[in-house]
């Protein structure tokens, strides 16, 4: 019998919007899942509710962070949405073929300094999964 394949959201930055590590990342994880991608898969919806209704509908989460464990107001908010459903949240760390996911346990809420831009675009801290 053939097992059915989990769907997960891949939540990132619209900066990582048809990028190369966009593609590498999406490549990486249809090898074992269905992927809903907010920028090829759902497109521009009028408001971030639509967004987490797609979050509510998958199984998992998967994150790519901005830079280091830092993410911008959209995907702070999948994280926090998919966290109150009790989905598992995963980041992406690496490239390519030394890509890994990672458990995250919360999201927190950090003020960033900076320039109004860089601002708009660091909302929340990733805290992994202690051990795993």
Known sequence: MKRKMKTVYYAHSKTQYGSDVEYRD?????RRFNVVCPHNTLGQLPSIEQYL???RECNAVVVRCVTGFIVGLGVFQEIREA??????VFVLCGKGMFTRRVLVERVVLVQYGGSPEEQKQCWGSVILMRGK
């Open 26 to 30: 999406i490549a990486f994880l249809a």
């Open 53 to 55: 209704n797609a979050v």
């Open 83 to 88: 966290l109150k459903c009790n989905l598992p």
